[in-house]
Structure formats: C-alpha cells, structure tokens
C-alpha cells in the first residue's frame, strides 16, 4: 500500500510540474500557420466592427483569436457557409443584439490585428466558440463543450 501511495504522490508530481510548465509557456506559443483568406471589401469591414466589438480592450491577440474563430466556423459544415450569416447568426455574437457591433469604431490596431488573421495567423487552437469569463462556470459552453483555454476576457471552446 505505501509502495501505491509513494508512486501515486510521484505521479501526480509530475502531472502538476507538466501542468505548471505548460502554463508557463508564453500564450503566443500555440501559433498555428493557415492559409490566408480573401474577403471582400464588405466582409473585411464587418470582421473589423466585430474584432473591436468583441475584443477592442484585449489587444491584437485577443482580436485574432476572435477572429480565428470565425474562420473556424466559416471551415466547419455546421456552422453558415458566409462570414456575414456566422456574425449574424442569432445568439451567437452579443455584440450584434446588444448594438455595440453598430457602434463599432475600430482603430488601426484592430485592422492590424484583422490582417495578421487574413494572412493565415491563428491562435485558437481549433475553438469554434468563445464566452465572456465571468459567469462561464455551470454554462453551456461549460456543461457540452470542451474548454480550450482563457485569453484575456474571453474562455475558448470547441
């Protein structure tokens, strides 16, 4: 018993130097390469208005993970095959219902942040949904989603 005690303590030791270790990691580590997107003038502007609607006070990381998770979408046959149809999906991005898309005012870096995602930059890890943090335990996205990670005000899904 003490020998199963001894091993156990060991592993778990090594489980919480592994966890801490990948937590270390810098957040800009999990890059991912993809092909670059072209979009017309109109889908550019939208995906503008929705990265600072979005993640305007998360920086240019933020925003490309929000992003990214539209292209994900755009790439899965579950989701609408249009960039506009997936942001005005109905209940899926707050900023379309709760006008602050139409207040949308977004300022270079938010472009800057935009292009990067054209130009194939992706940070999300594959997630296909995106919640604010607080108040994201016991939700949905908790209860029948697998939880990717945190990035500012945001927890990822897929």
Request: with cysteine; charged share 25%.
């Amino acid at each position: 018993m003490l020998k199963k005690t001894i091993a156990l303590f060991i592993i778990l030791s090594l489980v919480g130097r592994l966890c801490l270790t990948v937590h270390a990691e810098s957040q800009y580590d999990n890059y991912t390469a993809k092909i670059r997107r072209d979009v017309t003038d109109e889908e550019r502007h939208l995906l503008y208005d929705i990265g600072w609607a979005e993640a305007e006070g998360e920086g240019k990381y933020g925003i490309i993970r929000v992003i990214n998770v539209i292209f994900n979408r755009l790439d899965c046959p579950n989701f609408p095959g249009t960039i506009h149809e997936i942001v005005f999906q109905p209940r899926q991005f707050s900023p379309v219902w709760n006008g602050r898309l139409a207040r949308a005012m977004p300022c270079q870096y938010v472009k800057d942040a935009v292009q990067m995602a054209l130009n194939g930059v992706d940070y999300s890890q594959g997630a296909l949904f995106f919640r604010a943090v607080v108040g994201a335990e016991g939700s949905w996205h908790e209860r029948a989603l697998t939880r990717l990670f945190d990035y500012g005000g945001h927890r990822f899904y897929k």
